[in-house]
């Protein structure tokens, strides 16, 4: 049976800004299935991280709606927004964000703090392993290179058993090898876990890895079949 975890329905968004409106997506509905991975590619200001942020709940559609396991987004105030991304979505962006004033350990766990889950150390360190760097979870970011800390921006993404994990354009910032490697291991602890990866990129080398490929263009989202 194939779940549809992410349901956008007719979605529009237009931006206002002064007297302009600007239309980034017009009556759009597209369906992602659990278990997949799309990879969403579009030219710079086509739309790609502002779909992100309607799947997310970050920002709302100006029509339609967006039905994220089961939740319908547009009903939900703000702060149950908020608690909704917190639980079902891990998000990992091109430049880490992690926080400069936390070690690598304390970074993983924070996921779970904002949940008020347990603290899972143990299940912390055996992901930083299987990310290679087990013995760095008492470092401060600013000590690993650009391919560690997205290694740790993983494994802060994934501490909390999402079911949606966003990356925006998340090897923007690494070298094509360093890139390669991220995205086969992200690859391979998602299809572990029958995750959901929705990842915006502008490397079509990098979309290859997707079961699908979508393309952000005339305020739609087009299938790339091919
Ligand atoms: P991409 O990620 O594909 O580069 P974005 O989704 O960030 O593009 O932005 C799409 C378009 O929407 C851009 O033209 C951008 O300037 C505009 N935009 C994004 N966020 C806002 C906002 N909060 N207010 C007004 N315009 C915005
Ligand atoms: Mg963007």
């Given at each position: 049976m194939t779940s549809e975890i992410i349901q956008l329905k007719n979605i529009s968004k237009v931006y206002h800004e002064g007297g302009d409106q600007h239309a980034i997506f017009n009556q759009l509905s597209v369906n992602f299935i659990q278990g997949q991975t799309s990879a969403i590619i579009g030219r710079s200001g086509s739309g790609k991280s502002t779909l992100l942020n309607l799947i997310s709940g970050i920002d709302l559609p100006t029509s339609g709606e967006v039905i994220v396991n089961g939740n319908r987004m547009t009903r939900l105030d703000e702060s149950n927004r908020t608690k909704l991304r917190r639980k079902e979505i891990g998000f990992i962006f091109q430049a880490f964000n992690l926080i400069p004033t936390l070690t690598v350990l304390e970074n993983i766990l924070l996921p779970l703090e904002l949940n008020h889950y347990d603290k899972k150390t143990d299940e912390a360190i055996e992901l930083l392993n299987q990310v290679g760097l087990a013995n760095r979870y008492n470092s401060f970011p600013d000590r690993l290179s650009g391919g560690e800390q997205q290694r740790i921006a993983i494994v802060r993404a994934l501490i909390h058993e999402p079911k949606i994990v966003l990356a925006d354009?998340?090897?923007?910032?690494?070298?094509t090898k360093t890139a390669e490697t991220i995205l086969q291991l992200l690859e391979e602890l998602i299809c572990d876990k029958n995750l959901t990866l929705i990842l915006v990129t502008h490397s079509m080398e990098m979309a290859q890895l997707a079961d699908l490929i979508y393309e952000v263009r005339d305020n739609q989202l087009m299938l790339n079949s091919g």
């Open positions: 354009e998340p090897t923007g910032n690494l070298d």
